[in-house]
């Protein structure tokens, strides 16, 4: 996979600091231009019945308020370079972001996440985790420090979203630098149907376990034929919580993996692995989406 052009939305934060920082890591050996993007978003208090209404004058203000911290961004980017483009546009950031990927025709998307939790998270979404829904190209989400990408896990369930997640790793590695990949696949039974099968003497995980080392050895052997170091870690839990472990583990300094991109009632009852690793994780996770259910 190429990386022609990457946007970058920022927020001014902290975290979206390090998501600029990232990106530009990524855009010099791809030779990639940059897209930042500003959304300018009506705080929810301001629209209450109870409230005045507010001004044009006010959204003029935050408009051109942006533009000037974006200015001296993309000075300093084209200085060193770095094609850069700047964008300030009034909307709900998470599905804002997605359509400006789309009609701009990014090849990525690098952002900060806060990782939200708890009631807060409940209340309030995330901008990254909506954006990792909503978005038809990958989305690297970035929470602290330096990206590192010099082992990356790979989550695999041999879907095409994670095949996809797979090339694009194997693509970072020889443009960016990563030097070591780490397949890992979790089985997960709800204990109701293993319990169901463990009374009636069905060696279900004996079955499965094989199954999964085989397809996992062949992967590892073409990686291996291609002279990509490797390796992979399969072990039965909840997605989620084996693979945090095993990047914890490996000392990963990414995630790379597919997403199917539920929506609706299948994302409301379903939830999502790729949501969940992007909000519990502390290492950058590049999401991948299943181009046949975009």
């Known amino acids: ?60 203000e935050l408009r051109e308020h942006a533009r000037a911290r974006l200015a001296p961004i993309q000075k300093k980017l084209r200085a060193e370079g770095i094609p850069c483009e700047v964008e300030v546009l009034e909307d709900i950031p998470g599905f804002a972001i997605a359509a400006a990927a789309e009609r701009i025709r990014a090849d990525l998307i690098v952002m900060g996440s806060r990782g939200l939790s708890g009631v807060k998270h409940l209340l309030l979404g995330s901008v990254a985790e909506r954006t990792v829904r909503a978005a038809t190209c990958p989305v690297l989400t970035v929470k602290t420090g330096e990206l590192d990408l010099r082992a990356i896990v790979v989550p695999m369930d041999f879907s095409a979203a994670s095949q996809r997640a797979l090339e694009l790793a194997k693509s970072l590695l020889k443009s960016a630098g990563a030097v070591h990949l780490i397949l890992v696949h979790a089985y997960y039974v709800p204990v109701e149907l293993e319990q169901y099968l463990t009374t009636h003497g069905d060696p279900f995980f004996d079955r499965l376990s094989k199954g999964v080392t085989r397809d996992l050895e062949a992967i590892l052997t073409s990686l291996q034929d291609a002279g990509i170091s490797s390796e992979y870690v399969a072990r039965p839990g909840v997605p989620e919580t084996v693979i945090l472990e095993v990047s914890q583990e490996k000392k990963a300094g990414m995630i790379a993996m597919g997403t199917h991109g539920r929506r609706g009632l299948a994302h409301l009852l379903l939830g999502s692995v790729a949501e969940k690793i992007v909000r519990a994780s502390e290492v950058p996770v590049l999401t991948v989406r299943d181009v046949a259910r975009t």
């Open 1 to 60: 996979m190429q990386i022609k052009k990457i946007l970058v939305p920022t927020d001014f934060s902290e975290q979206a600091d390090h998501a600029l920082a990232s990106a530009l890591k990524l855009a010099r050996p791809f030779k990639a231009s940059i897209h930042l993007l500003h959304v300018v978003q009506l705080p929810l208090l301001a629209v209450s019945p109870e409230m005045p209404a507010v001004p044009v004058t006010f959204w003029q």
